[in-house]
Nanobody, 122 residues
């Protein structure tokens, strides 16, 4: 599977953005899809993931209640709706695919999308 992330931009604190991760290749619905982010000078961190069916999601505490991950397997797309954005959300956001959930101890990234920059001004 190949992934392409899009939708980043420059917004003000409190605004919203919607990121998309479009997949090409076979068997998209075999993969859990996750979103990661990397702020300047920091390591890449896991943000959220969604199961292959879309029936289960997981969020790290820092985004819980503000971000929503969803998927449409009919069009091979995963969306990350980000509301109430804060300056600390500023980062390059990446989507990734795994054959098991990213929260599983044996998770392994099978593919990365290119990053999309999200910048939140105060």
């Amino acid at each position: 599977v190949q992934l392409q992330a899009s939708g980043g931009g420059l917004v003000q604190a409190g605004d919203s953005l919607r990121l998309s991760c479009a997949a090409s290749g076979r068997n998209f619905d075999n993969y859990a899809i996750g979103w990661f982010r990397q702020a300047p000078g920091r390591e890449r961190e896991f943000v959220a993931d969604i199961s292959w069916s879309g029936g289960s999601t997981y969020y790290v505490d820092s985004v819980k209640g503000r971000f929503t991950i969803s998927r449409d397997n009919a069009v091979n797309t995963v969306t990350l709706q980000m509301n109430s954005l804060q300056p600390e959300d500023t980062a390059v956001y990446y989507c990734a695919a795994s054959l098991v959930r990213f929260i599983a101890p044996n998770s392994r990234v099978e593919a990365w999308g290119q990053g999309t920059q999200v910048t939140v001004s105060s």
